[in-house]
């Protein structure tokens, strides 16, 4: 797949900006934002960009009336090396879980260690949303536990669940390169457990799950929050990310119409995560 590699400029003096803009163009199709000393950078499929979307979003981004951008082509085959050169650095969380890709050298030890060739998927922990996800999972007993990974990108959290043991699990992302990059992580990290399925909440059926990740955006979570509660028996817990901390409010009032109730939530630069449980 081709894409278009874009570097959008604003005001680096408020560095959430990078956040919000990035939120923005995942509603009309950019993926794999990357925030450095020049602005943010953040990559489209060739045959999903629409230069019309684009130009009104920025024209109506409150945040920012001076953001500005230039694209270039990027050939779908060069991008595994653009990656890795440049973006995928390796990810630590304290003693407790490395995420590093098979070129990193001199990795430090830690209690999880997770392979992960990120190729055009997102989710390699690096964002605020996997990064809080990550934190969420590591500190939940999911031992023997069924898990599902709704829009698992490339599947780091299915596969860590899976090394701390929790079993079975479903990892479903509608993307197809982010079904086919999660197989070829789950296969690097030799986990047995996981199902990977292509598809949204339609796919899911009659089978419960004790703990269920969704790691999306917030009009899909409040669009498919029903199918996840139909997906949960009393105790089953959800923990959701992809959004705001202003966001909260309406994601809650969706999650009471489902006998969901909030047991607490943590932020990261204005991202949050929520954790529910099924009453």
């Given at each position: 797949m081709d894409y278009f590699e874009f570097l959008f400029k604003y005001n680096l003096e408020n560095d959430y900006i990078a956040d919000l803009l990035s939120a923005e163009l995942g509603e009309i199709g950019f993926e794999s934002f990357v925030a450095g000393n020049e602005?943010?950078?953040?990559?489209i499929p060739s045959n999903l960009y629409d230069e019309k979307r684009l130009n009104d979003l920025i024209a109506n981004f409150e945040y920012d009336k001076e953001v500005s951008y230039t694209k270039k082509f990027v050939e779908g085959q060069n991008w595994n090396e653009e990656w890795e050169k440049h973006?995928?650095?390796p990810i630590i969380l304290g003693d407790d879980c490395v995420i590093h890709s098979t070129f990193h050298k001199d990795i430090p030890q830690a209690k999880y260690?997770?392979?992960i060739d990120p190729k055009m998927s997102f989710g390699t922990g690096h964002h605020e949303t996997t990064s809080l996800m990550l934190r969420a999972l590591l500190n939940t007993e999911v031992k023997g536990k069924s898990l599902l990974d709704m829009g698992c990108g490339t599947?780091?959290?299915?596969i860590l669940a899976a090394k701390k043991g929790?079993?079975?699990?479903?990892?479903?992302?509608?993307?197809e390169w982010a079904y086919k990059n999660s197989l070829e992580n789950i296969a690097l990290n030799n986990e047995k457990e996981i199902r990977v399925e292509m598809g949204g909440a339609e796919l899911l059926g009659a089978e419960k799950f004790d703990i269920i990740l969704a790691n999306i955006n917030r009009n899909i979570l409040l669009h498919d929050m029903q199918r996840y509660a139909e997906c949960m028996h009393s105790g089953s817990e959800l923990y959701m990310s992809g959004f705001y901390e202003r966001d909260i409010?309406?994601?809650?009032?969706e999650a009471k119409k489902h006998g969901l109730q909030l047991l607490g939530h943590e932020e990261?630069?204005?991202?949050?995560a929520v954790h529910y449980r099924k009453i």
């Amino acid at each position: 797949m081709d894409y278009f590699e874009f570097l959008f400029k604003y005001n680096l003096e408020n560095d959430y900006i990078a956040d919000l803009l990035s939120a923005e163009l995942g509603e009309i199709g950019f993926e794999s934002f990357v925030a450095g000393n020049e602005g943010l950078t953040a990559y489209i499929p060739s045959n999903l960009y629409d230069e019309k979307r684009l130009n009104d979003l920025i024209a109506n981004f409150e945040y920012d009336k001076e953001v500005s951008y230039t694209k270039k082509f990027v050939e779908g085959q060069n991008w595994n090396e653009e990656w890795e050169k440049h973006y995928f650095q390796p990810i630590i969380l304290g003693d407790d879980c490395v995420i590093h890709s098979t070129f990193h050298k001199d990795i430090p030890q830690a209690k999880y260690d997770i392979l992960i060739d990120p190729k055009m998927s997102f989710g390699t922990g690096h964002h605020e949303t996997t990064s809080l996800m990550l934190r969420a999972l590591l500190n939940t007993e999911v031992k023997g536990k069924s898990l599902l990974d709704m829009g698992c990108g490339t599947a780091v959290l299915a596969i860590l669940a899976a090394k701390k043991g929790a079993s079975p699990i479903l990892a479903i992302d509608i993307d197809e390169w982010a079904y086919k990059n999660s197989l070829e992580n789950i296969a690097l990290n030799n986990e047995k457990e996981i199902r990977v399925e292509m598809g949204g909440a339609e796919l899911l059926g009659a089978e419960k799950f004790d703990i269920i990740l969704a790691n999306i955006n917030r009009n899909i979570l409040l669009h498919d929050m029903q199918r996840y509660a139909e997906c949960m028996h009393s105790g089953s817990e959800l923990y959701m990310s992809g959004f705001y901390e202003r966001d909260i409010p309406v994601i809650d009032e969706e999650a009471k119409k489902h006998g969901l109730q909030l047991l607490g939530h943590e932020e990261k630069n204005l991202w949050v995560a929520v954790h529910y449980r099924k009453i």
